[in-house]
Structures are given as C-alpha cells and as structure tokens.
C-alpha cells in the first residue's frame, strides 16, 4: 500500500520517515520530489570488474550546469537523506526529467527498509542533456511492508555523495554463498548428497550446527581430463575383471587420486564461507568434515562408513586439508569396494563434504525408530562424550529406549536429555514418513541434530554372526549355521555349491583330495579384535595354502591374498568397522600356486592331460601354453620328457575322470599338483565339444578357414582381462565394452573380411571375437583351455604354430588339416 502525500508529511513528522531537509512543497500526491546534489562520479577504466574496485574520478556540478554526454553512465547522489525505519522506498525519474530522454536509475529503483543516507542515482541520457545541482531530478515514495521486517545493515548504510559500486566488497561472500549452499538454502540432493539435503531440512524445525556443503561438481573438478581418462580405464577394467585385481587397482587409482587437488577456487570460496558463517578470526573454532555421497543416506541403501569424517578440524588451512582427504576418501578400498559390489563402475565423484560446526556435547549417540518394525519403538545407543567411537563400532554403547520404564531407571544426568532424543526422533519419524536414524548430541544448549538418515535394514530375531560375532562353514561339506545370512555373496554361494559341491564330495569319496574353501560370516567390528581375527587365521590354517582367494559378490570376486592379509582385506573392503557396515558374508578358498596346473579330460576311450608350471588359471584362462600326456586306448602313454609328477597320478586324474564323466557327461577337470599331492579344484561339463587323442598338439580346433592375417600383441591386457573371471566356458559376462577391447573389436570388424588372428596364447577373453575371425594361430596352445572348448563348439578352426613373425598383417593365411600356410608376394611358408 502506497503512502500518500499528507501520510508522507504525517510519518516525516512523527519520525518514522526521513526526509532531510524537508521541505513541504516537495510533496506530490503520493511521493516527495528530491534535487540533485552536486558530486559526480565517472568510471575511468573498462572493463568494468564486479570482482575488483573499480578506479573512478569525481567531478562537480559548476553553477552554470553540467552537460552529460549520451551513452555514458553517471553516478550522481540526492541533496536530501532519504530513508526511514518503517517503509519501503522506491524511487523514480520526474517526469518531466524523462521526458529529456534521462534516466536516474538503470535498474534499481528499490531500496531496503532501515536505509537511510543520501541516494546514488545512475544517470544516463539519450541525449546530450544539461543538469544543474539543486534541481528537482526525482520522486520518492514510501510502501507500507507487509510480514516481519528486517532493517538494512549493509555497506551503503548512511552513504553521502554518489557511491561508486562496492559489489566487490561482498563479491565472494555471494559467490560462495551461492556455490557452496548452507542448511538454509534447501540444496539439491543431486548436488550436495541425501545426507546433508536431509540435515537442511531438519534445520528448519530443529537445532542443528551451522554447517555449509561443497558439492559434487566443485570435487568433481579436481578430477583433471588426464586423470579422469585414467580412472575411466581402471573402473572399466575392474568390471572386465570382476575385480580379480582388486588390490593392484586400488595402488594404482590411489596413486592417481594422490597427484589430484582442489582448484584453488574453491579453496577460495572454502575460506569465504568459513569467515562469513563463523567471523573473520576463526580462533577457539573446530569444524567437524564430513561426507555427503550422492548415492548415500537413501531409502535405498546407506553405504555407511565408507567415506571419511574428520572431526576437531582447526583453522582454514584444515578444513582445506580435511575435505581433501573426505574427496580422496571417494577412491579409498572401502568406497570403490562398495560402489563395485553394488555394480557402479561411474569413475567421476558422486559425492560431496559438508564442514559442519563442531559440537562439544556432554552424550552423543545415534537412535532409530522401527528396528523391531513398531514405528512409535525408539531405540538409542549413546556415549558420554564423543559419538565417533560408537559410529565407528570400536566401543560398546549404552543403551536406552522409548519404554518409560528404561527411561525412568536411567541416571539423573541422562534422563531428560535422553527423553528429548526420543521425542525429538519420534517427531522426525512422523515427518519423514519412514523410520530414520538420527545421531544426535547433547552439549549445554540442549540436543543438536548431527544427522538424519532413512533406515535401510532392520533387526531380525536370529543372529547372523554367532560366536563372537565370527561363523565359519566348510563351502562344500556343510550346512550353514541357524540364522546365517549370505548377503552379496547369495548367487555366488549357490553357483559354487550347486555345481562344485557335489563333486568334491564324489571326489572325497574316491579318495582324492580336493581344495579347501569356507563360508565366513562376521562383523567388522569384531573382527578388529584380535580374538576373533585369531580364529579366523586358525580356520583359514586348516587348508593347503599359505594364499587363498576372496568371492565378495558377483562384481568382486577371485581377488587372490596372503592369508595373513584377510583380515585387513576383508576390514578394507567392508568398511573397517563402521557401525553402518553391519554383517558381511565372504567366500574364502585356497588358492594352490603349487607346481603344476593340470587339466583332464577323457577322448574317446583315451585320456587327455594337461600341465603347465605357470598354474591352473593360467592354464584355463589361456595365458599360459601347455605340454601334454596322452593316454591311448590301449592304455600306452605318450608324454614329454618332464610329465613324470603328471604321469604318476595318471590312475588317479583317470579314476576320477570317470566317475564324473559317468555322472555328469563329458567334462573336464581341474587340478593342482602341489608338493607331490595332486589336489582337485573344478570342472566343466562340455556341451558339442569333442577332442581327437593324437591332436592335442598343433591341432587346437579342427577345420579349414582362410583369411588375412592379423597380429593381436598386446599380450598384458588379453591376459588381465582373461585372468578375471569375467568369461568362462559355462558363464559369460559381457566384456566388450572394456575401452582396450572395444578397440579391438572395431580393428577386426573394420576389415574387409574375417581374418585369421596371430596370437601368443589361446586368452579365453578372445572368445569375444568367435564370430569375427576366420581362425586363430597360437604361438604356444592348448587344447583343453576354456577358449579352445568354446572354439570347437563355434566351429572355429585353430592351430598352435610358433614361427609367423616373418609375415606382415595382411599376408594371406589358410589354415587346414592342423596346419597354417601363409603366403605374401615374396614368399611363403607351411607349419
């Protein structure tokens, strides 16, 4: 509502408008006309910079007038004060002034309740106009506010004569402000996490610490296009490989991470926030840093514990340091373990830190609702003091809940602040409208809001993790305890006990010895225990190996350790401890270097064997050639001068071998020769594929093709992505879209016919290009490897022949009867 003329005089007497010096046939009907003063300013250095003070010069108004020159801004100021504490101004050209084609304002002619000074105008004119100090230049009027009024304090405050712009005084506040979003800006989840979304919400109705997020891009930006390349193969690798070289990815994107910062803009915009939410001088503050992954804190799931908090943060200089370690913490084992095991392969952060203002509370703790499924149950885990140690499960809490009897026996000391946790967590509860996990802590101003999160998993009356929070389940032989959970490891489980338990217990009852393996249960938290980590090592004690391997899930698994290193592999993995890391279920089976990898299957009524010094998965994944024992159907046996260790257990492989075969059809299996013992591991049952006994040497697949040649040699990808468990004669996982394969994938389609691939070994990763080549050639070959079964069951003919070198790409190459001939325009050659 608009003040009209005798208001504005009524409201200038009674103090509650300044006008000065008031003149009353200055009032208008429903303004007060005021003159132009006699300063000038005039920028004197384009471009003009928000960013930075601006150099000006300052003229004045001589008695004969001033003429302004058009297309060039002014500043000017008003003779009067104007202002007042009640109203809201706004101001105007006269409009007679308009009508010479000036304008006093460009843009904003809106001032703030509680200004009061003279006014800078912004004068620019159309045409070259002529002003003189004292005219009446404009109009004021005043507006009755509506709603709760907060005065101006700003930096034009009391101004006299024109004021240059002072943008740049609070440039940096704003930027900040607006990249780096506080608990009152409603901040996007997508940008700042669920985690600190859902604090700003709670801010609203509840007391929670001054805090401020740095958002995903701002993190994100660290990331150089260098370094996100690098990462980007890495991540992808990981998924080819399932994560078979889990430990080795994790130094090498840690090294990466390691050499990457924060731009030094966002260093700036830190300190920026930092001194406009807590004061210039930060001395006495500490800060608590925390994490706010994009993917965390949902109804989904919570990935709690993964990430890294720092709490006593001191000064700008650790904050900075501290939400650089949060980032780094993103690439940490824990982290990309958990995003792996939950298939997200994403390279670039999805993740935010919040600094957060660092609470010295008497008890802190964490309660949820709903755990036994009652919404209106509480129930609250606490320690006098700091909670970290209780979030980080490393000591045993005390415990209250929202019966009134528990309540009431409490000590007098925590009775009440525990009374308002509850009803405080109850209130979240109903406006959430799910149950929530609140941590929480009590200091001298009453209870404060750390955290609010959805719960993701609930109690369930049987303890997944008896005996001291550790079970143990021989894989192949026993049943699993009462209440066992298998978690992530529940298809991975079932795939290995369907199909290899039975064959081990046949294998057991011919009294062959086969390969150790468990099912472990645990928590964390007590496997940092040095009792619980010492059962473990005892378990683990009781197989053939000094190494083994770890299944965690159908992304990550055959990740091969010293036993002495489980514990920490397995803490690495699943969080260290963390509370919110809960219960995890792994698979552990010996891995057995020993010095033979042996591989048997039954040709006709003969028998084919065999045998490599590099190891079986060498041996079945094709990264390694093989020698081989032939036994004829007369029984007479055809072997190398170094297979005596395979030929002395050849009633064993052939009794075995035909105990499964009379169960299961054609198979293969496989075995570990290790100090003279000849342990089995695993088996294949074979679909349309036949072997010749006789042809075990060059001839790897029969047939005839013809082609060009093409030479693959980049021997250490095919052989990592090979290793990984990612492709095998029974199961296949679509690798293609590894960058490095893709490539290669594209080199072979790109030419204008199949052609016949050179390759050092039979990789089983090549099975990707069955239906792109006419035939392969092995510098060294196998024939009971996963890629020459699934080469004779595609029809795809294959020889092993060293000694091509000679032939450049292209050269025509035909393979027939076991052999290859290639020819070029000089010459050629048959093997």
């Excluded at 006309?33 to 920028?43: A, D, E, M, W």
């Excluded at 409603?186 to 600190?196: I, W, Y």
């Excluded at 079970?471 to 199909?499: C, N, S």
């Excluded at 792109?772 to 510098?779: I, L, N, Y």
Aim: proline residues 6%.
């Amino acid at each position: 509502m608009i003040l009209t003329g005798s208001e504005i005089a009524r409201e200038h007497a009674a103090g509650r408008i300044t006008i000065s010096p008031f003149e009353p046939s200055q009032v208008n009907p429903n303004s007060y006309n005021f003159r132009l003063g006699k300063q000038l300013r005039v920028y004197t250095r384009m471009p003009l910079d928000p960013r930075s003070p601006n150099e000006y010069k300052e003229l004045e108004i001589p008695d004969e007038g001033y003429v302004l020159e058009p297309g060039r801004l002014y500043l000017a100021h008003t003779e009067e004060v104007l202002g007042g504490r009640c109203y809201a101004p706004t101001f105007a050209a006269r409009s007679s002034v308009a009508r010479l084609g000036l304008f006093i304002n460009l843009s904003a002619s809106l001032g703030d309740i509680g200004y009061e000074g003279q006014w800078t105008l912004q004068l620019y004119s159309m045409n070259r106009v002529r002003v003189y100090h004292g005219m009446n230049i404009g109009q004021m009027m005043w507006w009755r506010p509506q709603g709760d009024v907060q005065l101006y304090d700003g930096k034009y405050q009391g101004s006299v004569g024109p004021r240059a712009s002072d943008i740049h005084r609070d440039f940096e506040k704003n930027l900040a402000r607006h990249r780096l979003p506080g608990l009152e800006m409603t901040p996007d989840p997508t940008q700042v996490g669920a985690k600190f979304a859902s604090l700003a919400t709670a801010s609203a109705s509840y007391p929670v610490p001054t805090a401020f997020a740095i958002p995903a891009p701002e993190l994100a930006a660290a990331i150089d296009a260098d370094s996100r390349a690098r990462l980007g193969e890495l991540f992808s690798e990981l998924r080819a490989t399932v994560g078979a070289f889990f430990t080795e990815s994790m130094d090498r994107i840690g090294e990466i991470v390691a050499h990457t910062h924060l731009p030094q803009e966002t260093e700036r915009l830190i300190t920026e926030r930092l001194k406009d939410l807590f004061g210039d001088s930060l001395a006495g503050r500490t800060f608590a840093v925390r994490s706010s992954g994009l993917d965390e804190d949902t109804a989904e799931g919570s990935l709690a514990g993964v990430h890294q908090s720092l709490l006593g943060v001191e000064g700008v200089a650790g904050v900075i340091a501290a939400v650089e370690e949060c980032r780094r913490s993103y690439y940490a084992p824990p982290a990309v373990a958990a995003r792996v095991r939950a298939g997200d392969f994403d390279p670039l952060p999805r993740f935010a830190v919040f600094v957060q203002e660092m609470v010295d509370p008497r008890l802190a703790g964490v309660a949820f609702t709903g755990l036994d499924g009652d919404e209106r149950d509480v129930t609250v885990e606490y320690v006098e003091g700091l909670a970290e140690e209780l979030v980080s499960g490393t000591v045993e809490p005390l415990r209250a809940s929202s019966d009134p009897r528990v309540l009431a026996g409490l000590p007098d000391e925590h009775r009440d602040a525990l009374t308002d946790v509850v009803r405080l967590t109850r209130a979240l509860r109903a406006e959430r409208g799910h149950d929530v996990d609140v941590e929480w802590a009590v200091d001298a101003s009453g209870v404060r809001v750390l955290q609010v999160r959805p719960v993701t998993a609930r109690r369930t009356v049987a303890a997944a993790t008896p005996a001291g929070e550790l079970w143990t389940a021989r894989l192949y032989f026993d049943e699993l305890p009462a209440g066992a959970r298998l978690h992530d490891v529940e298809e991975v489980y079932a795939g290995y006990t369907a199909k290899r338990g039975p064959a081990h217990r046949l294998a057991a009852a011919h009294g062959v010895p086969v390969g150790a393996g468990w099912v472990v249960g645990f928590s964390p938290r007590a496997l940092r225990g040095p009792v619980v980590a010492a059962r473990l090592a005892a378990t683990l004690a009781e197989g053939h190996s000094a190494e083994c391997v770890l299944d965690f899930g159908d992304t990550l698994r055959q990740i091969v350790v010293p036993k002495d290193q489980v514990v920490a592999r397995l803490l690495d993995v699943t969080g260290g401890g963390s509370a919110g890391s809960g219960e995890h279920t792994v698979l552990i089976r010996d891995f057995v270097r020993g010095q033979l990898g042996v591989i048997s299957r039954s040709a006709g009524d003969g028998l084919v064997v065999e045998y490599t010094p590099d190891g079986l998965l060498a041996l079945n994944r094709g990264t390694a050639g093989a020698q081989a024992v032939v036994v004829d159907a007369d029984g007479a046996v055809t072997a190398p001068d170094d297979a005596e260790p395979v030929v002395r257990h050849l009633d064993t492989v052939r009794r075995l071998t035909a105990a499964m075969q009379e169960k299961y059809g054609d198979v293969t299996l496989e075995w570990v020769l290790d100090d003279g013992t000849l342990l089995f591991v695993d088996y294949s049952v074979l679909g349309s594929d036949s072997v010749v006994v006789g042809a075990a040497g060059a001839s790897i697949s029969p047939g005839g093709a013809s082609g060009p040649l093409l030479t693959l040699d980049d021997d250490e990808m095919l052989a990592r992505l090979s290793v990984g468990p990612a492709v095998s004669i029974d199961k296949s996982r679509d690798v293609s879209e590894y960058e490095g394969l893709s490539r290669l994938i594209d080199k072979v389609s790109a030419l204008p016919e199949p052609p016949v691939i050179r390759v050092a070994r039979p990789y089983a990763v090549l099975s990707v290009l069955l239906d792109r080549a006419a035939g392969f050639v092995f510098d060294q070959g196998s024939a009971l490897c996963h890629l020459a079964i699934l080469l004779r069951e595609a029809g795809v003919p294959a020889v092993a022949a060293a000694g091509l070198g000679a032939f450049p790409d292209g050269a025509q190459a035909v393979i027939a009867d076991g052999s290859v001939t290639v020819a070029s325009v000089a010459r050629s050659k048959h093997v």
